[in-house]
């Protein structure tokens, strides 16, 4: 008896996504944010809502990873997460493929000077470094919380990127996920791709930071 092999179907499939504010000929900045692992588009925007309430001209667009999980168990709270270990590579084309298509969405109903933030939140961190290795359209700037480029990241992928688009690295002081060694390991890296980085610091955990985003947003829209 032969082995089983393994194969792959593309398929269609629905993506979720929330927004915040709305997208016109108005529309000067666009923030695209990506979750952590076990967290949900719908709560991870709200972070961003107060922003795009007080600046008409920013919308925000939260895509929600397409792997759903029950967080504990088989009930009760659920979560996404971008990717696993298993078929990964598979799962990173798909996610790729995902956000290409919705940020080719998006730009398309707004002003060609659009400025583009993309951020990610943890996993989220790894998810639109890949993404934005192989995306359509260069960001103005890319924010990494609490994460990093992936490890696996290929060399002259990271440093091609890098070099186009200026990078912001936050990170809480007791993070309990991201050392200060993995902090410094991550700025290091970077530097020696000659990127060197932002890096911006707040009292707090693994989590995201209100005056933090209302300081990014207000430094690329000219509000401070």
């Known amino acids: 008896m032969s082995a089983a092999q ?36 719908q709560y991870f925007i709200r972070h961003f809502t107060a922003l795009a309430t007080a ?14 999980f029950y967080l504990q168990g088989t009930s009760g709270r659920v979560g996404a997460s ?60 890319l924010i990494l919380w609490a994460g990093a480029f992936p490890p696996d990241m290929d060399f002259a992928v990271a440093t091609h990127l890098a070099r186009r688009v200026p990078i912001v690295l936050v990170c809480g002081t007791q993070d309990e996920y991201v050392t200060e060694e993995n902090l410094a390991a991550q700025v290091a890296f970077l530097h020696n791709l000659g990127c060197p980085p932002e890096v911006r610091r707040f009292v707090g955990r693994h989590e995201l930071n209100a005056e933090i985003i209302q300081h990014l947003h207000a430094e690329v829209s000219g509000l401070k």
């Open 6 to 41: 393994e194969h792959h179907l593309t398929v269609s499939r629905s993506a979720r996504y929330y927004m915040a504010g709305t997208l016109s000929d108005q529309t000067r900045h666009l923030w695209i944010v990506c979750h952590g692992y076990g967290q949900l588009a």
């Open 55 to 68: 600046d008409p001209t920013l919308a925000v667009v939260a895509p929600e990873a397409l792997s759903r």
């Open 82 to 141: 971008w990717m696993t270990r298993d078929d990964r590579l598979t799962e990173i084309d798909d996610y790729v493929a995902y956000l290409n298509q919705l940020t080719d969405t998006m730009l398309a109903a707004c002003p060609a000077e659009v400025r583009v933030t993309v951020l990610g939140f943890s996993q989220g961190s790894a998810t639109v470094s890949r993404w934005l290795a192989q995306a359509r359209f260069q960001p103005t700037r």
